[in-house]
């Protein structure tokens, strides 16, 4: 079945350092969604690619989506703590009826 | 836009009981819904796809009859774990399909924290 590949599983950096996070796949996906999750909530989207090589911010956040459409990549700039939480990137899987295949999480502490 | 609201938040009951949960899109239409199952330092994992006016799809593994899902309307979905026992407690997290101009995005519930004594 499909998979995606999440790294790094944790990172502890100190505020205002960037952060990059990536996924990457075996199989082709149509969609790549990057999702952070705080305790006890659910995901909330941060990103969302549509197109193979789209580049997207969303404030200090920037995606992109792999010209090969089977890896993303997601870099944080200039940490704060706030960003602590968890950061899952997903695929939507256009068979069926698009379910999304999650990564394993990136967990982010950031130290003040 | 694009809100999604689960009830209840959280809920504790006593094994062999039933616990039903409400998914709903506020501001959108969701022909498809999805529930997941978090467990503490995991990911989200898939349990059914919901459509509206159909029957669901469950995942490999998860039971249909335990875990039952209706999508009554294209705003409300809603799971019910039957007979519920202490390995059932989890998070639960439901998620529905936004669609517009051709792309598709999953905006995901506030989730659902199920603890069964």
Redesign the interface.
């Known amino acids: 079945g499909q998979q995606l590949n999440q790294s790094p599983q944790s990172m502890f950096i100190q505020e205002g350092e960037d952060v990059s996070m990536n996924c990457t796949s075996s199989s082709i996906f149509n969609?790549w969604?990057w999702?952070k999750q705080d305790p006890?909530?659910?995901?909330?989207?941060l990103i969302?690619l549509?197109k193979a090589g789209e580049l997207t911010s969303n404030g200090r956040l920037t995606a992109q989506f792999g010209i090969t459409r089977k890896d993303s990549f997601l870099n944080i700039s200039a940490s704060i703590p706030s960003d602590v939480g968890i950061y899952?990137c997903?695929g939507?899987f256009s068979g069926?009826?698009?379910?999304?295949i999650?990564?394993?999480?990136t967990r982010l502490a950031v130290h003040p | 836009g694009?809100v999604?609201s689960?009830h209840p938040s959280w809920v504790i009951c006593k094994s062999g009981t039933s616990v039903k949960i409400e998914c709903r899109s506020l501001d959108f239409q969701a022909t498809?819904m999805?529930w997941y199952r978090q467990f503490p330092k995991?990911?989200?994992m898939?349990m059914a796809?919901s459509?509206e006016g159909s029957k669901a799809?469950y995942e490999q593994g998860v039971e249909k009859d335990k875990f039952l899902i209706n999508h009554a309307s294209l705003t409300l979905s809603t799971l019910t774990v039957t007979s519920a026992h202490p390995e059932d407690s989890s998070?639960y997290?439901c998620?529905a399909?936004a669609s517009g101009r051709g792309?598709?995005?999953?905006?995901?519930?506030?989730?659902t924290?199920l603890l069964v004594l």
């Open positions: 969609t969604l999702y006890g909530e659910g995901p909330v989207l969302a549509y899952f997903a939507l069926g009826y698009n379910k999304l999650f990564g394993a999480g | 694009a999604v689960q498809t999805f995991q990911s989200l898939l796809t459509n799809t998070f997290i998620s399909t792309r598709e995005t999953q905006y995901f519930g506030p989730g924290r």
